[in-house]
């Protein structure tokens, strides 16, 4: 079963006479699952080892490896970000996000604060006060991996605008909690065209079409169980109150056992989620192929939701399995060292005596970190092979470019520093996805 998105087609004048049409490039991607687990593990081993500090050339890796085995027409792509660039950039967030705080802290201190006294609202302020900078830094991260990606030697670009991004987001963000969810679908057309309209290759603008009926539709699955849910609660509570009134209890018994169920509350968490996942592809599929080139070349994407969710289940199953087995044999690892220590009863007497207090604690700690670390580096590398390869993987098959002759057009763009080099999204947490 597949949920086809807007089918772009190539834009422009038909061909005249026997005038021969391009046909539609299909982009080749030569990951391995393999080369891609070895190198997100080990990556992830030195990031741990040096603490943290080496995520930023794990990214780096990452992304020239997946960048470089995206070939389109030929020519594969390119991404020429630095890990140094990164670090530098991050550790000068850091300072600036740290005075920031300590700025909104001070401000909430002396001025707003006895405003909430005894309200938790106000342990947030802080955290709404980031929110901001967050919208801001997702754009400013967007705008450093299109400027360091080239194609042919072109670069792409993302113009100035990161406050105004912020700004929209924001709005469109509380305008969708407003209405609980209702105007999801608005906020991921109006944030999208923002971001495409202002995306460059070389000198050749995107364009962001379509509207977002497609995108409410599509989100009407989400809010279907939900509304079923609400009117099945509604008619419990009348045959609750009918059965008080009365003194029957057939009509509650009905009601409650409908809308109390177990399968049906099962039936409706398993619908919401697939409705969601049916929905976030059929808006990847339906925005992507909506942006244009120049007005003229075009993607048509066809990822079937399906897919997606096969390979969801498979990731699960394998990184459950990979890091429950990883969990297991580093316990069993911690607990052997500590047997090959002191005798058991030497080191409960220590514990008793209370000469070492902590050692306890010490030990548990180490056992804890001997797990968690060799955990995450595996969960990085098997969410990599089994999730990010595969799904890349999958939209190459399915993504159809239209006129890219376009693009022959597109003259070299300005180099655009970037000084900052994402580094306000990584250490706010919202470097969009990693790798990407």
Do not use: C
Request: proline residues 4%.
């Amino acid at each position: 079963m597949t949920f086809t998105g807007q089918a772009a087609q190539p834009h422009g004048d038909a061909p005249s006479g026997g005038a021969r049409v391009a046909e539609p490039v299909r982009p080749e991607y030569s990951g391995a699952r393999l080369s891609l687990f070895l190198i997100a593990l080990t990556r992830m081993i030195v990031t741990i080892l040096t603490f943290g500090i080496g995520r930023f050339w794990m990214i780096t890796r990452l992304r020239r490896y997946y960048w470089s085995s995206v070939v389109i027409d030929g020519a594969p792509l390119e991404y020429t970000g630095r890990a140094g660039e990164k670090l530098i950039g991050f550790l000068v967030a850091v300072v600036i996000l740290a005075v920031y705080l300590l700025v909104v802290n001070l401000a909430l201190a002396f001025v707003g604060l006895s405003w909430f006294q005894g309200n938790p609202l106000a342990l947030q302020l802080p955290f709404l006060a980031l929110l901001p900078l967050i919208f801001w830094a997702r754009y400013r991260a967007r705008r450093y991996i299109l400027a360091r990606t080239r194609w042919r030697g072109i670069r792409f670009g993302l113009a100035p605008g990161a406050w105004g991004y912020a700004a929209r987001a924001l709005f469109w963000w509380a305008a969708t909690v407003l209405t609980l969810g209702f105007l999801y679908p608005l906020k991921q057309m109006m944030l999208a065209r923002y971001t495409t309209d202002r995306s460059f290759y070389g000198d050749l603008r995107f364009e962001q079409r379509g509207g977002w009926g497609p995108l409410l539709l599509s989100w009407l699955w989400f809010w279907a169980p939900l509304a079923l849910a609400v009117g099945l609660i509604a008619s419990a509570l009348a045959g609750f109150e009918f059965d008080r009134i009365s003194g029957e209890r057939e009509v509650f018994s009905f009601a409650a056992g409908i809308a109390g169920g177990p399968g049906l509350l099962i039936l409706t968490a398993f619908w919401l989620v697939f409705a969601f996942i049916r929905h976030r592809v059929f808006s990847f599929r339906y925005l992507n192929s909506g942006k244009v080139l120049d007005g003229r070349a075009s993607a048509n994407v066809t990822l079937s939701v399906w897919s997606v969710i096969g390979i969801y289940v498979l990731a699960g199953l394998v990184i459950g399995i990979g890091v429950g087995l990883t969990a297991l044999v580093f316990t069993v690892i911690g607990f052997g060292l500590l047997a090959a220590g002191p005798e058991p009863t030497d080191l409960f007497d220590v514990l008793g005596s209370g000469e070492i207090p902590a050692l306890s604690g010490l030990i548990a700690l180490a056992i804890s970190g001997l797990v968690y670390l060799p955990v995450i580096a595996v969960f990085s590398a098997l969410r990599h092979a089994f999730i990010s390869h595969p799904l890349i993987a999958a939209t190459a098959k399915t993504i159809r470019f239209h006129d890219l002759g376009a693009a022959s057009r597109a003259r070299q763009r300005r180099h655009d520093e970037q000084a900052e080099a994402g580094g306000f999204a990584d250490a706010l947490g919202a470097d969009i996805g990693g790798a990407f």
